[in-house]
């Protein structure tokens, strides 16, 4: 595969983030795999300009820098921020200064942390608006890991290792895939 880049996105506020962690890991999988460079950013990282901004190009020079890099990974890693208040809403702005044409085909893998009892209360908050934003664009992977599946920050599970490990696999069967990248609907 030649693929060059992997890059994720936390829409976390909060440092350190068990879902910031989460992506760190997925990200690291993903380019020890592809022998890609990496990076993972935070929503926070695209400074003041960011929440006023109508389009990308209104945006300062490092946010601009920081979205570009996004567009031309050749795989995303995102996880959600818990979606309340206002990080819900500065996570949807960042996707709708993006023109979705840009993200066709590209493999996303979409990360969430949680309790481990509210399995399917967390996936239903955190994972399915995005899923609504990238369903249409590509075919997106989602590992959800529970408070459980950590200690110390640092993933544990055996059995989130594994679907790690699947999504990679299936991130990189697709990365290394052509893809076009038609009009947007």
Excluded: W
Excluded at 156 to 168: D, F, G, K, L, P
């Amino acid at each position: 595969m030649s693929k060059k880049l992997v890059v994720g996105l936390s829409g976390n506020l909060t440092r350190p983030s068990k879902t910031k962690a989460f992506i760190s890991h997925i990200v690291a999988e993903v380019a020890s795999s592809t022998g890609a460079a990496s990076t993972v950013f935070d929503i926070e990282d695209l400074g003041q300009s960011f929440p006023l901004a109508r389009r990308i190009g209104d945006l300062d020079p490092l946010a601009r820098s920081i979205v570009e890099r996004l567009l031309g990974a050749d795989v995303l890693v995102v996880g959600s921020p818990t979606f309340k208040g206002s990080y819900t809403g500065l996570f949807k702005h960042f996707f709708d200064l993006l023109d979705p044409s840009s993200l066709r085909g590209k493999p996303v893998i979409l990360a969430a942390t949680g309790g481990g009892d509210r399995h399917s209360l967390v996936v239903e908050h955190q994972l399915r608006p995005l899923f609504g934003f990238f369903e249409a664009l590509t075919l997106p992977t989602a590992i959800y890991a529970s408070d459980k599946d950590f200690a110390d920050g640092v993933l544990v599970s055996e059995a989130i290792h594994s679907r790690v490990r699947q999504a990679v696999a299936e991130a990189c069967r697709v990365a290394g895939t052509p893809r076009s990248v038609g009009l947007a609907a």
